[in-house]
């Protein structure tokens, strides 16, 4: 099939490319290259493989690509509550408007697979496991553009929504900003980590993990189309502190609780990711796992510019 990556070289999609051609599939990767540009080039001598660099609010432009299309895995936006509050504008035209558009005209027979994100759910405010059937309650601008991007797809024929758990481990286009990311990255070169909030929840998933769930979703659409799923690592539920200690057990690591400081990142949840693995999916990679391979990536990587500020 003939598959659009937009966002093509970002974290997700330059790992998310190698699964598809994998599978035999024709990958066109859309990118404005605003960060790494070398995530792509392993996949330059594939006949499989081409790479248009572009902005997707180039409508004209987007709109030559996904006419071709019989997949469109919209991956391009500004992730993360830094990066959107430094660019209002942007967050909402990337994040909510070229989503809208999609929606607007793709074809029945076209296929989206849509990426959302756990930060829909904001805060459990009663401490329970949140499912797709709770209510989304975004606390950042990030939050709320991604979710009114789902929105747009929810009526649409031939969809797929992914919440997605924090992501980790190394990639092509590599996230020191995410926070398993950031906290062993700090591990290695500080050997201090000062924690803010450290009882607020979060969900993780392996990168590796979520495209193969992106796989799982293309070869099994008859079974999960036109639904939303929550994809993350169940046994990866856990606050801060926990997270902290678990990369101890790898590194000598100081462990610091900043008792009278706010994290102005709020997000508090527990996730269920259940749903999709009833289709038939399963995890492969844990938590240890992640943070040895972090630690050899990051013996090879030096640069600091791996992050979305």
Same mark, same amino acid.
């Given at each position: ?165 924090? +992501? ?15 906290? +062993? ?85 527990? +996730? ?38």
């Amino acid at each position: 099939m003939n598959i659009l990556i937009t966002g093509g070289a970002g974290y997700i999609g330059s790992e998310l490319i190698q699964y598809l051609l994998d599978d035999g599939h024709k990958v066109v990767a859309y990118d404005n290259l605003m960060y790494d540009p070398t995530s792509l080039l392993r996949y330059t001598n594939n006949p499989n493989f081409s790479f248009v660099k572009g902005d997707v609010r180039d409508l004209g432009l987007l709109k030559k690509y996904t006419a071709k299309a019989d997949i469109i895995i919209p991956l391009a936006a500004l992730v993360g509550f830094p990066l959107c509050d430094k660019d209002v504008r942007g967050a909402h035209e990337i994040n909510h408007e070229v989503n809208a558009w999609i929606a607007k005209n793709k074809s029945v027979e076209q296929l989206v697979i849509y990426p959302c994100t756990n930060s829909g759910y904001g805060t459990s405010a009663d401490g329970s496991v949140v499912t797709e059937e709770s209510p989304l309650n975004p606390v950042s601008l990030y939050g709320r553009t991604k979710v009114a991007g789902e929105r747009e797809y929810k009526n649409v024929e031939n969809h797929v929504t992914f919440r997605l758990a924090t +992501v980790f481990g190394p990639g092509s286009r590599m996230r020191t900003d995410l926070l398993v990311n950031n906290f +062993v990255l700090k591990a290695l070169r500080e050997r201090v980590l000062v924690l803010y909030e450290c009882e607020f929840m979060r969900n993780y998933g392996h990168l590796q993990d979520v495209c193969r769930a992106f796989r799982w979703v293309i070869n099994n659409w008859d079974v999960v189309k036109n639904d939303t799923y929550n994809m993350g690592n169940d046994s990866l539920n856990m606050n801060k502190l926990q997270l902290a200690q678990k990369i101890q057990e790898h590194l000598p690591l100081e462990i610091i609780k900043a008792e009278f400081t706010t994290d102005p990142d709020t997000r508090d949840y527990t +996730v269920s990711s259940q749903k999709f693995y009833d289709t038939g999916f399963e995890c492969r990679y844990n938590l240890d796992d992640g943070i040895r391979q972090l630690i050899t990536a990051y013996s090879i990587i030096e640069s600091p510019w791996y992050a979305n500020y």
